[in-house]
């Protein structure tokens, strides 16, 4: 990299870009201010050789150079009243900028005017991107991740999808964002593990298929914002939800879709908000027992607007409470009885 002969008069302090760009958007895809100061520019330099986006600078007509030169090197550069234009690698180049930033405190030597453009931006969601790349970077080299299935995986779904309810019921929002992160964990791996397909004998998918999925199926599901109907209320909402869900599935029963496996409670409010929805009259099935006391309940409840597994979860809290209170009272009159002994 070579600097202007500036001996024939007092030098222009000149102008340095750094240029940032971002990994998450497709190479190519620049700012118009960006291409702007690209070509315009009087050098443009590149620390990283490998860069993604100098294929397209140079298809584009820019001349890039790959060098890393030293903060007074690229002073020197600017000589002239001349625009360097630096891209910045995927680490920000900290030896560099961290190299103007003492020229400049010095006080010693004429900067050039420092600038730092954005050339691109992450959209809404990027980030979700490099949970996919890490994930598949961790089931090919972690020795555990690499020999997880759908089923030895199953667990941990219930357990953070539990630890989600509680951050929520303990209106925790550093704890909620922390648990709806290991919920989503979970969404990658289980994608990440059915895009290798090594057993089983469906077609192997990926988080690409599994958010197409739910995206068409929110937009069936939602003709009012989508489509030409209209829906002014909640409840015409869940009318128009539950009148596309069943013209999808077809189902012969109200129980079809209903996993047995859930919680006692939540499955008698389940099933009986179907049947309620349905408008069928299901009289409870008479027996004696614990169980179909609880039933009863739950089914009251669920007519009531009440969810049972909160509620019961809310009283279990209490008790909870209730536990810490008398074992906090025990050890405050334990030590107390010890120092009068040791008195």
């Known amino acids: 990299m070579n600097a202007p002969d500036a001996s024939t008069g007092p030098a222009a302090p000149g102008r340095i870009v750094l240029l940032t760009t971002t990994h998450r958007v497709a190479p190519g895809l ?32 820019v001349t890039v150079e790959a060098a890393a030169p030293t903060a007074q090197e690229l002073v020197d550069a600017c000589a002239g009243g001349r625009t360097v234009v630096v891209v910045a690698s995927g680490e920000g180049d900290p030896a560099l900028t961290d190299g103007l930033a003492r020229l400049a405190g010095s006080g010693r030597v004429q900067m ?59 209106g925790d929002r550093t704890e909620l964002r922390e648990e709806l992160g290991d919920v989503l964990l979970q969404v990658v791996f289980h994608a990440r593990i059915a895009a290798e397909d090594p057993d089983d004998t469906g077609e192997p998918f990926d988080i690409d298929d599994v958010a197409g999925t739910i995206v068409a199926k929110l937009i069936h599901r939602h003709p009012h914002v989508f489509g030409e109907d209209t829906a002014q209320t909640p409840e015409e909402v869940k009318a128009h939800w539950l009148r596309t869900k069943a013209e999808e599935k077809r189902r012969d029963s109200v129980t079809e879709g209903v996993p047995l496996g859930q919680p006692g409670l939540a499955l008698a409010a389940k099933l009986a908000s179907r049947v309620r929805t349905a408008g069928l009259d299901v009289p409870l099935p008479q027996g004696r027992g614990l169980g179909y006391d609880l039933l009863a309940l739950a089914v009251r409840a669920e007519a009531e607007g009440i969810d049972p597994e909160a509620a019961l979860r809310a009283a279990g809290r209490a008790y909870r409470d209730a536990i810490l209170a008398v074992e906090t009272g025990e050890t405050g009159e334990k030590r107390q009885q010890g120092q009068r002994e040791r008195d």
């Open 30 to 61: 620049l700012s118009w201010p960006a291409w702007q100061v690209l070509h315009e520019a009087d050098q443009v330099l590149c620390t990283d050789p490998a860069h993604p986006q100098l294929p397209y600078l140079r298809e584009a007509g």
């Open 112 to 170: 050039p005017d420092l600038e730092l453009l954005p050339a691109s931006y992450d959209l809404p969601g990027a980030r979700l991107l490099d949970l996919v790349q890490v994930m598949d970077r961790i089931r090919r080299e972690c020795p555990w991740s690499s020999q997880q299935t759908h089923k030895g995986l199953a667990k941990y779904g219930i357990e953070e999808a539990y630890e989600l309810v509680e951050a929520i019921e303990d």
